[in-house]
């Protein structure tokens, strides 16, 4: 039986299976809300268990420590039980990520959720972004997201490079009908300079 969530907290548990992990600043810039009314939502889904928050130290100089947002293995348990997600989905694919990758997780997540601004300011602008870890990421037959490119090294195809973009979106525009595909090669180098790449 699912539970009783309300429709917003399961919005929520929503954007963390797909971020993986939130500051809470990004989730309030997702759920477009002020921080201090997600703070206290927060603080009573961890109370029931559907969310963890935990220091970020890491990456950090001065001041209080960034409170990190993950889903829990009951929150993933509620969202199956509301058909948000699959059933099939491990719970590794939607959780926190480890810890050596979340300055690198919230790099990319505030990336996308800037990104995701350009709609709220030009309405007639859409765009899809798939992260290269999201359990919401279509996969191939292969089993590998469907946005891996791999290349044939030498003339014997028995290895082969295999890559990943961090993200890939869609920027569509209703006014011309066109759509602009692109990929995000790495995250990280965008502290030295933009790394897109049409596609």
């Given at each position: 039986m699912?539970s009783?969530?309300?429709?917003?907290d399961?919005?929520?548990?929503?954007?963390?299976?797909?971020?993986?992990?939130l500051?809470?600043?990004?989730?309030?810039?997702?759920?477009?809300?002020n921080?201090p009314?997600?703070?206290?939502?927060?603080r009573?889904?961890?109370?029931e268990?559907?969310?963890?928050?935990?220091?970020n130290?890491?990456g950090?100089?001065?001041?209080?420590?960034?409170?990190?947002?993950?889903?829990?293995?009951q929150g993933a348990h509620d969202?199956?039980?509301?058909?948000?997600?699959?059933?099939?989905?491990?719970?590794e694919s939607?959780?926190?990520v480890?810890?050596r990758l979340i300055?690198h997780?919230i790099l990319?997540?505030?990336?996308r959720?800037?990104?995701?601004?350009i709609?709220?300011t030009?309405?007639?602008v859409?765009?899809?972004?798939?992260a290269?870890?999201?359990?919401?990421?279509p996969?191939?037959?292969d089993?590998?997201?469907i946005?891996?490119?791999c290349s044939p090294?030498?003339?014997?195809i028995?290895?082969e490079?295999?890559f990943?973009?961090?993200?890939?979106?869609a920027?569509h525009?209703?006014?011309s009908?066109?759509t602009?595909y692109?990929?995000?090669?790495s995250?990280?180098?965008?502290?030295?300079?933009?790394?897109?790449?049409?596609?």
């Open positions: 699912a009783k969530l309300r429709t917003s399961l919005k929520t548990l929503g954007h963390l299976s797909d971020h993986r992990i500051t809470m600043a990004q989730l309030a810039a997702v759920l477009q809300k921080k009314a997600v703070r206290k939502r927060v009573d889904l961890r109370k268990g559907f969310v963890e928050v935990r220091a130290e890491l950090q100089s001065f001041g209080r420590p960034e409170s990190l947002i993950a889903l829990t293995e969202l199956k039980e509301n058909k948000l997600i699959a059933e099939d989905v491990p719970y939607i959780g926190p480890s810890p300055d997780q990319l997540n505030w990336f959720i800037h990104l995701c601004q709609e709220h030009l309405r007639r859409s765009i899809k972004f798939l290269y870890n999201s359990a919401l990421a996969q191939g037959s089993g590998r997201v946005t891996t490119d090294v030498g003339r014997k028995i290895r490079v295999k990943t973009p961090d993200g890939v979106f920027t525009d209703a006014t009908g066109k602009l692109s990929s995000l090669r995250i990280a180098e965008l502290k030295h300079s933009p790394v897109l790449s049409v596609i």
